[in-house]
């Protein structure tokens, strides 16, 4: 069985970060055990780099630029591949403050997973993630006959109820997982 990894990277440092700790993981390591001795076929890992000002502030460019190094490593591991979108800074007038916002993460994940469904070449997908974004282009997967499995928080209620109910198969980022990943 042929298997696609999709990662929606802020969702898996929210999760590591609020129930693990923040403990680093080897994302080969992830990829391996989320394939479940399937045929790797590809990880997809989304997110977007730190918003930056027009001059940057020092800050903004060492916070930038580490986040590119990661990105770069994870492009340098068996069958990965980094989709970028970008932050968006918008001023929120009740909150009185900047709010930044991930703009095309969740299309790119879309657009991957609907494209390597309908194309048939993967038959299995595992969406590391607790977004219902991703409904419509899961319904998609299914219609071509892809099992979608969806690995998300061990807190139940961070992934949404629709997400939940529309996934074939489920599996927390639990302790255990945890230590078989951890670098």
Same mark, same amino acid.
């Given at each position: 069985?042929?298997?696609?990894? %999709? ?5 898996? *440092? #929210?999760?590591?970060? #609020? ?6 993981? &080897?994302? !080969?390591?992830? $990829?391996?055990?989320? +394939? ?9 890992? /989304?997110?977007?780099?730190? /918003?930056?000002? !027009?001059?940057?502030? @020092?800050?903004?460019?060492?916070? %930038? ?6 990105? $770069? ?13 970008? +932050?968006?800074? #918008?001023?929120?007038?009740?909150? #009185? ?8 993460? *969740?299309? %790119?994940? &879309?657009? *991957? ?23 419509? @282009? ?26 939940? *109910?529309?996934? !074939?198969?489920?599996?927390?980022? !639990? &302790? ?8």
């Amino acid at each position: 069985m042929r298997v696609a990894i %999709f990662i929606d990277g802020a969702y898996l *440092d #929210n999760v590591l970060r #609020n129930h693990h700790g923040g403990i680093q993981i &080897a994302y !080969d390591k992830l $990829s391996i055990e989320l +394939c479940e001795a399937h045929e790797h076929v590809r990880t997809y890992y /989304y997110d977007a780099p730190p /918003y930056q000002s !027009d001059p940057p502030t @020092p800050e903004e460019s060492k916070r %930038f630029a580490g986040r590119q190094s990661f990105f $770069s490593a994870l492009r340098k591991l068996p069958r990965f591949d980094v989709r970028e979108g970008r +932050c968006q800074r #918008n001023w929120d007038k009740t909150r #009185n403050t900047w709010q930044y916002t991930q703009k095309r993460v *969740d299309v %790119f994940l &879309a657009v *991957d997973l609907v494209r390597l469904a309908t194309k048939a070449l993967i038959q299995r997908a595992v969406i590391v993630t607790g977004d219902s974004d991703f409904l419509p @282009p899961i319904s998609i997967a299914k219609d071509e006959g892809v099992q979608v499995k969806v690995v998300h928080s061990p807190d139940i209620k961070q992934i949404h109820r629709d997400l939940w *109910d529309h996934a !074939d198969e489920r599996a927390p980022l !639990d &302790a255990a997982m945890i230590a078989k990943i951890k670098r």
